[in-house]
């Protein structure tokens, strides 16, 4: 397959669009599948991870479904262009990838947990796609927030790619970095597979990317 070398080659920042002081859309302030905030503020004691897998219809859904987590929304992270848009973020020239922001209970599942899922329900050593989705902004990606998050993503990395490694796949290609700025997604982004159920995603309906059948952690 021909993948097109402006699309997978990461932009730097001197080369970047400009983007922009604010939004040029508005987003919806609650979950449409359970009625729960998807902007700040949340209730006391949430927490918040972001996770990068591809399109991000398909990762969100994954989230919004699994106990424990309290909201979801589909966003923009790990790029330049302040406030871009979703055509701005395909045309590779934003540097960012499209990603899930997740707020969840830590009393009820672990940030640990989310990693677990996270590297399941992919396939992290695609480099700058997933499936048949090519570009930058499909690439994996796990944004952190303090030092504690930076270790587990990183240690459960390690231990994946032992799991990876013996069943015979190549090198994980996740980005692991600081969690700069995060930029929701347009409105109609938002809990897409919600809206349209039947909506093209290489995600499929049990949340594995191609290709499937790698190892649990």
């Known amino acids: 397959m021909f993948f097109s070398r402006a699309k ?6 001197e080369d970047a669009l400009a983007g922009r ?14 009625g729960n905030r998807i902007q700040p503020p949340f209730p006391d004691g949430m927490q918040t991870a972001v996770f990068g897998a591809g399109c991000f219809w398909g990762v969100e859904k994954v989230f919004w479904e ?9 966003g923009y992270a790990g790029g330049h262009t302040p406030h871009p ?13 499209e990603v899930v922001l997740v707020v969840f209970d830590p009393a009820v599942i672990s940030y640990d947990r989310l990693l677990k899922e996270f590297w399941e329900e992919h396939d992290p050593t695609q480099g700058m796609r997933q499936g048949n989705d090519v570009g930058t902004q499909y690439r994996s990606a796990v944004y952190t927030q303090g030092p504690e998050q930076e270790a587990a993503a990183k240690l459960s990395r390690d231990l994946f790619q032992e799991r990876l490694t013996a069943a015979g796949y190549g090198e994980i290609t996740t980005e ?14 938002q ?7 039947n909506g093209y995603c290489p995600v ?14």
């Open 191 to 197: 809990q897409y597979l919600y809206k349209v159920p």
């Open 66 to 74: 699994t106990p424990g987590v309290w909201s979801t929304a589909a």
């Open 176 to 189: 692991i970095a600081p969690l700069g700025e995060f930029y929701h997604a347009e409105g109609y982004h």
């Open 8 to 13: 997978t080659q990461p932009v730097t920042a």
């Open 21 to 34: 002081g604010e939004p040029t859309y508005r987003v919806p302030e609650v979950h449409a599948v359970n």
């Open 85 to 97: 848009t979703y055509d701005e973020v395909c045309s590779a020239r934003t540097g960012h990838t």
């Open 204 to 217: 499929n309906s049990t949340g594995v990317a191609c290709p499937v059948g790698l190892p649990g952690v």
